[in-house]
């Protein structure tokens, strides 16, 4: 099989088994891409992960588009995009019937609000392992053994400024990628 089919096939079940979107998609992503496949690095897979968010549109749209470039250059691109897309247009035109002759449904009602949970689980995951990876620059809690001071400063200072002071988050990237290529050069 050649790697731009396998690219497809893997990027529409991430497609297809997403639920959440968003961060919710990128243990699934990371799952095929660093684990099962090794087609790119976890530190790879985490710059990838940090310039899908920075770039306009949504972030699995992003992430795989990236992943894509990363694995097979541009078609890779089209297959991961279109793999993860395609899935996702045919369940919500699916859906759209569904609900409309269910919407008053209580068990229909109740199987969202479980969904709506694992998807909080999901984005919970991704931000630990993002969060792991940035201060101790490993992938699993088990692997731990130094942190990274700084990054656990910036991330801090970051923190406050935008809860506290609530200043633009794009100005803060900025400044922050800027100190980020002081400190770590």
């Not at 799952?31 to 992960?49: A, C, M, R, Y």
């Not at 968010?53 to 890779?76: C, D, E, K, R, Y």
């Not at 400063?153 to 988050?169: A, G, Y």
């Amino acid at each position: 099989m050649s790697k731009l089919v396998q690219i497809f096939i893997s990027f529409f079940q991430i497609g297809l088994f997403s639920i959440g979107g968003g961060y919710a998609i990128i243990p699934m992503i990371q799952e095929q891409v660093v684990n099962l496949h090794g087609w790119v690095s976890q530190k790879t897979f985490t710059d990838i992960i940090t310039i899908s968010q920075m770039t306009p549109g949504p972030l699995a749209v992003n992430t795989s588009t990236f992943v894509g470039i990363q694995i097979a250059g541009v078609p890779g691109a089209v297959m991961a995009t279109f793999g993860c897309v395609i899935s996702g247009i045919v369940i919500s035109l699916g859906l759209y019937r569904f609900f409309q002759k269910h919407q008053e449904s209580v068990y229909v009602l109740d199987v969202l609000k479980g969904l709506k949970a694992a998807s909080l689980g999901l984005i919970v995951s991704a931000a630990a392992t993002i969060l792991v990876l940035t201060f101790f620059g490993v992938s699993e809690i088990s692997q731990i053994s130094s942190m990274d001071w700084i990054s656990v400063i910036v991330f801090l200072i970051c923190l406050v400024v935008l809860r506290k002071w609530k200043f633009n988050p794009i100005l803060v990237m900025i400044v922050t990628g800027i100190a980020g290529g002081i400190l770590y050069t």
